[in-house]
């Protein structure tokens, strides 16, 4: 398992974002539609201040508050919980991190123009799938204030096969420091004693990004990414 040299994914667009918005409307009057309701998904949805309000239960009181039925506030919430259900027994495809460019574009639109450090985790599985990007330190990430321990703690949790180390620096210049490479070094050193591959560190900037692994391959005993 590596990364590959391929090319970035881009982006969702706003018009992108707004066709799934529609998309969960018609998909939430369906599911409804056998209920009784007083007001329609697109109603719901309005109120939630879009899908993210309902799927995260945070429109709960939005919607008593409106005055939509507690009937009906609790057929949302069945819903919602059926749907999740479903698509936990049946998951959508693992997004795929092949090579550095792949991971930036996950993470920069994430935390890229942060106003503070942060560092993230990415733990792949066999077939470089992303099972999670965990956000596990926010400040300044050097050798000295991270713990390795604390890094490699959520691949393990999450029986990972590999991962990379993502952080960003505020500055917006991605230009990897003394301690960023230091921290590299010392997490190498730990994850191979665990037999965890460790496939690049990132750093991160405002619309650029630095693969160390590349910049640096004699980290990795000259290991090509």
Do not use: C
Request: negative net charge; glycine residues 8%.
């Amino acid at each position: 398992m590596s990364f590959a040299l391929v090319a970035a994914v881009s982006g969702d667009t706003s018009l992108e974002q707004r066709d799934r918005d529609e998309r969960f409307t018609r998909a939430l009057e369906t599911l409804l539609a056998h209920g009784s309701t007083t007001h329609s998904a697109g109603d719901l949805v309005t109120l939630a201040d879009g899908p993210e309000g309902i799927l995260n239960g945070n429109a709960i009181e939005r919607f008593l508050s409106a005055g939509v039925p507690r009937h009906t506030v609790d057929l949302v919430t069945r819903t919602v919980a059926a749907a999740r259900d479903l698509t936990s027994w049946w998951p959508a495809e693992r997004a795929r991190v092949q090579s550095p460019a792949d991971l930036a574009a996950i993470a920069q639109p994430t935390f890229g123009r942060s106003a503070q450090e942060q560092l993230h985790v990415a733990i792949v599985d066999g077939r470089n799938g992303l099972l999670d990007l965990r956000h596990v330190y926010t400040g300044t990430a050097t050798g000295t204030s991270v713990r390795i321990g604390e890094l490699l703690r959520p691949v393990l949790q999450a029986h990972g096969v590999g991962f990379a180390a993502v952080h960003n620096h505020p500055s917006g210049d991605p230009e990897p420091s003394d301690e960023d490479l230091r921290l590299t070094s010392e997490l190498l050193a730990a994850a191979r004693l665990l037999d965890i591959e460790f496939l690049d560190h990132l750093v991160i900037g405002h619309g650029r990004w630095v693969s160390i692994r590349s910049k640096q391959p004699s980290i990795w005993g000259g290991e090509a990414p």
